[in-house]
């Protein structure tokens, strides 16, 4: 029987490469995934077309801390874009897949006496491989006085409690203030600003979670400042996201004509996505806010948070003003200089970047917040990794959107194929199940998933939404079990 990954340990090309089997054997090799995003879900995809054509007899097993899969997708993107949540059916499709099963609530954790948590030695024990696809689960820090006032709030809580994360359902963001403050340039800056300006009928058409609906439906907020540490031509929006602002019920959208002047756009050094952003912020510095808009959105760039103040929980936030320099490599950064803006506000969200987490046994680089790897290998930067492999964000860092981890995943798989052809299968107990459910006794399985999955997409029908969450732990495990 011809097969293509085996014979060789580091194919350089593609991995269908043929090549004679060597140490067949009929054993099925069982991959243990530990993340349900995007990367997790494109990761089994791959492992399973390959056994379903003509690699080796693969089964995955797909675990997540949470009861829900899909990540980021149904945590992180924004309700408001319910087209690029739908990416989540793709997921549906892979897990009905023969060979492939959930188990949510099991956390990948360092101490095997707490209920939920299972070991990196014990899934060793039990897969021939272990693929990481944990994501970015906490913030990068801004390092300012008064980060941590109440009223000061990482994106990442911001976006878990719309977005109905348990972790963050008690949240209770200070939705009083009249503006909010929004420190970032990106996606996640838009993302937060837009949620907290949209109208009642369009966030009720969304699946943000019922408490965060009701808090932001009630919100006295008027107006979201959007601070860019650099200017227009650095800011990392994409196209798609700042040209819809246009068409937001009620929204006015504020680009002072000085930080965007005529003929930005032109430069043609500038990349082609680039100039797009700018001929749009252009657009707004002309034609001014509409003047009927109840809500206000403005972009500030050339400044950078100092301090953010408050007696016992956020009052103002101090803003330098910056200016760019141009190192000899071509690097352009901001410059403080000196002059200082102070701004009224309750509500600071930072939304400066999204940062890995160590996992209890695996290697990590503090300074990236990334798991050191070679193309997803773990093992060629440790003997004592050899079975361990990495996707997406806690890959490569919080880049990039969902389809760029389909790319990312398929080259770990090319290689964690390759080393499982080298490899014995381990001796995987049927009753891998049984264990989890001794150990993790909230278990949520496929089948559970499925319940409330279809639970949720029920009660949402009544009111022409997609779902209504469900976000309580308890409820989540009562729902998975009718
Ligand atoms: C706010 C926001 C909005 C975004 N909007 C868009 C968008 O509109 N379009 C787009 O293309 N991209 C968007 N992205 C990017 C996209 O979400 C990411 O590219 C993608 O989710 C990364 O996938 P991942 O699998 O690496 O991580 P994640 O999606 O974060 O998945 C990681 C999973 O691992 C689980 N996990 C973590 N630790 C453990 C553990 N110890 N044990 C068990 N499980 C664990 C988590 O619960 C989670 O389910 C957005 C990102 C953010 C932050």
Known sequence: MWRPWAGRVRPAAGWATMIRVENHTTRPHHVAIVGSGPSGFYAAAALLDAAASEGPDVRVDMFDRLATPWGLVRAGVAPDHPKIKSVSAQYDKTARREGFRFFGHVHLGDDPAEPGVVTRDELLERYDAIVYAVGSQTERRLGIPGED??????????????????????????????????????????????????????????????????????????????????????????????????????????????????????????????????????????????????????????????????????????????????????????????????????????????????????????????????????????????????????KRGPTGIIGTNKKDANETVRHLLADLAEQTPVEHPDDVEDWLRDRCPDLVDQTGWEAIDAHERGRGEPGGRPRVKVVDRDELIKVSRP
Request: hydrophobic residues 35%; aromatic residues 6%; glycine residues 10%.
């Open 149 to 394: 006032l109440p009223g000061s709030i990482a994106s990442v809580d911001f976006v878990g409690w719309y977005n109905g994360h348990p972790d963050y359902v008690d949240l209770a963001p200070p939705l009083d203030t009249e503006r909010v403050v929004v420190i970032g340039a990106g996606n996640v800056a838009l993302d937060v600003a837009r949620m907290v300006l949209l109208t009642e009928a369009d966030l009720r058409a969304t699946d943000t979670a019922d408490h965060a609906l009701d808090a932001l439906v009630g919100s006295g907020v008027r107006e979201a400042l959007i601070c860019g540490r650099r200017g227009p031509v650095q800011a990392s929006f994409t196209t798609t996201e700042l040209r819809e602002l246009a068409d937001i019920d009620d929204l006015g959208v504020v680009v002072d004509p000085e930080q965007v002047p005529a003929g930005i756009a032109d430069d043609d050094t500038l990349a082609k996505g680039t100039r797009r952003n700018l001929e749009i912020l252009r657009g707004f510095a002309e034609s001014g806010p509409d003047p009927d808009a109840r809500q206000r959105m403005e972009f500030r760039f050339y400044r950078s948070p100092v301090e953010i103040r408050g007696d016992g929980k956020v009052e103002e936030i101090v803003l330098g003003v910056n200016r760019l320099e141009t190192d000899d490599s071509g690097r352009t950064r901001a410059v403080d200089t000196g002059e200082r803006e102070t701004i009224p506000t309750g509500l600071v969200l930072r939304a400066v970047g999204y940062r890995g987490l160590a996992l209890p046994g695996v290697p990590f680089d503090e300074d990236t917040g990334t798991v050191p790897h070679t193309e997803g290998r773990i093992g060629e930067h440790s003997d004592d990794h050899r079975r361990e492999y990495v996707v997406g964000w806690i």
